[in-house]
């Protein structure tokens, strides 16, 4: 295995900072393609929290080579303050270990303005990456080379990152280095594939890797989807398996405290408290806006329509253990549409918004399993609910993770893994 890609399978959220993190360990370059800083990834070492929304989550290891890539947009402001606070913990970046896309284009003051005042009707961060890639479709763009002329302190401090990076990542393929691409957002916002028009601006599918990094498709050895055993979303947009409404979400504080009385109406079936209770145990807010997610079960319907857009030949499946507490489990396998069944997915919005999903109940656990480290060690219950989602998914979960630290993940294959 020689070059990975690791791309969320969902609405983003999957928790791809943490398995890159866990998979960089033995790469020697981390590469991200797509996308701004409307990205959030948060990675915890020990007892230290990292959260970055533009720089590849690899960063945190010294000795790889992170880059920047030609497909994302990148926010000079933004891209700085990452830098500054790394070397403010000791880390000393230096083009040896961060190199800028000299193609990628640079949002810039006018886009965010531009966002702030037309993104709210699709629910975007607000962060000027529609906008710039308006601009980038339109050729009217400014690209990072550009932007490094100029004379300011933003230009003088970047300056000496940007190259043209598809010449490095090329020439490390050709020698054989493990190359590891770091997925942003997930498939279900997606340009094309997504739930248009509550979507990205990019794609951040695995075809977008090959555009937004400049190589070519048969360089990809492995396409890894990251996916959650659950699911969740940021802003508007239909989402099937939701449990309780959007509004609800919205009206609910992240400093509130989880209740008995709150355990209770979940196992009662009421669906806005097993939203909560997943929002809840899985810390589900937002790392770049802080908002609170829109929660559900899984979806079946939505993760094998993934495993198709991206070819993905194994999935790391991500916070099974924000499951525990509930008695039933469910897992959605099928939609039903105007009285019909299908199990392929809807790109047409108005029938996937009257989409309701059917699903199949599996028992639940009552035990922290955030500390076990094999997989015989799950309690039953958890080892039947990872291999449902293989027999669903038809590929098998190569790394299970149970918890946000290194140490709280479990190798199931290694045959995926460098």
């Avoid at 961060?125 to 339109?138: F, L, N, S, V």
């Avoid at 028009?197 to 492995?222: A, E, F, Q, R």
């Avoid at 396409?223 to 239909?238: E, L, N, S």
Wanted: net charge positive.
């Amino acid at each position: 295995m020689r070059t990975l890609a690791a791309v969320g399978m969902q609405f983003g959220d999957e928790g791809k900072g943490k398995i890159v993190d866990f998979l960089a360990e033995k790469a020697d370059i981390v590469a991200r393609a797509t996308g701004g800083n409307n990205a959030g990834h948060t990675v915890v070492v020990k007892d230290t929290t990292y959260k970055f929304h533009l720089l590849p989550s690899g960063i945190i290891h010294k000795d790889k080579l992170s880059i920047c890539g030609n497909g994302m947009v990148i926010y000079p402001k933004q891209i700085i303050k990452e830098i500054s606070l790394l070397e403010k913990k000791g880390m000393k970046i230096t083009n040896k270990n961060l190199l800028i896309s000299s193609a990628a284009h640079v949002i810039t003051e006018e886009q965010v303005e531009k966002d702030k005042k037309t993104g709210e009707k699709v629910g975007t961060t607000g962060r000027g990456i529609g906008p710039c890639y308006m601009d980038k479709i339109e050729r009217t763009g400014l690209r990072m080379n550009e932007f490094v002329k100029q004379d300011n302190e933003e230009a003088k401090k970047l300056r000496p990152f940007v190259d043209d990076t598809y010449v490095i990542l090329n020439e490390a393929i050709e020698k054989g280095k493990k190359i590891l691409v770091e997925g942003a957002q997930g498939t279900l916002l997606d340009i094309d594939h997504g739930t248009y028009p509550y979507v990205t601006s990019s794609n951040p599918t695995s075809g977008g890797v090959c555009t937004g990094l400049g190589i070519g498709p048969t360089k990809i050895d492995n396409v890894m989807g990251i996916i959650k055993a659950y699911i969740t979303r940021v802003g508007r947009g239909p989402m099937p398996t939701e449990q309780g409404t959007d509004e609800q979400t919205l009206g609910e504080k992240k400093e509130d405290s989880l209740t008995e009385e709150d355990l209770k109406k979940a196992n009662g079936g009421e669906e806005y408290f097993t939203g909560k209770i997943l929002r809840k145990q899985g810390g589900e807010y937002g790392t770049t806006t802080g908002r609170a997610r829109r929660t559900g079960w899984f979806d079946a319907v939505i993760a094998n329509y993934a495993v198709r857009i991206n070819g993905a030949s194994n999935i790391a499946l991500t916070k099974l253990d924000v499951l525990n507490n509930l008695d039933k489990i469910k897992i959605c396998t099928h939609y039903e549409v105007d009285g019909k069944k299908t199990e392929n997915f809807l790109l047409d919005l108005e029938k996937l918004e009257k989409a309701k999903p059917t699903y199949i109940e599996m028992p639940g656990w009552k035990e922290d399993i955030s500390k076990i480290t094999k997989f015989e060690g799950l309690p039953k219950n958890a080892k039947n609910y990872v291999k449902k989602i293989e027999e669903l998914m038809k590929i098998p979960v190569s790394i299970l993770s149970l918890g946000p630290k290194r140490d709280q993940t479990i190798v199931l294959n290694e045959k995926f893994l460098f």
